[in-house]
């Protein structure tokens, strides 16, 4: 189990940008293949983006392609969601997971999970 600390949420106009951060202090993090996911109220939750362990392999939903980016730096244990352009329908409670060994888009991969962080995008 890998404790998740993430910050960086917040309200946003929409078309505008928001950074996530998520920690994992006291771990092997290059050993972690790390993802975002999101559930808005009354929805499953989905995946939003992956990265593997070394930062050389992404995955994006397609409903984030070209607006989001996720990126990694191994020596601060800290993977972030850049996101831009934001939309109203990206408004959700946002998650930071875990894998280890590798990277996935699949939430039952994920053994580890952030606390979540509310973002909300208004018109």
């Known amino acids: 189990q890998v404790q998740l600390v993430e910050s960086g949420g917040g309200l946003v106009q929409a078309g505008g940008s928001l950074r996530l951060s998520c920690a994992a202090p006291?771990?092997?993090?290059?050993?972690?293949?790390m993802g975002w996911f999101r559930q808005a109220p009354g929805e499953e939750r989905e995946f939003v983006a992956g990265?593997?362990?070394?930062?050389?392999?992404?995955a994006y939903a397609d409903s984030v392609k070209g607006r989001f980016t996720i990126s990694r730096d191994n020596a601060k244990n800290t993977v972030w969601l850049q996101m831009n352009s934001l939309k109203p329908e990206d408004t959700a409670v946002y998650y930071c997971?875990?894998?280890?060994?590798?990277?996935?888009?699949?939430?039952?991969?994920?053994?580890?999970w952030g606390q979540g962080t509310q973002v909300t995008v208004s018109t």
């Open positions: 997971a875990a894998a280890y060994g590798s990277m996935s888009y699949r939430g039952h991969d994920f053994t580890s």
């Open positions: 006291r771990v092997t993090f290059r050993s972690y293949g």
């Open positions: 990265i593997s362990g070394s930062g050389g392999f992404t």
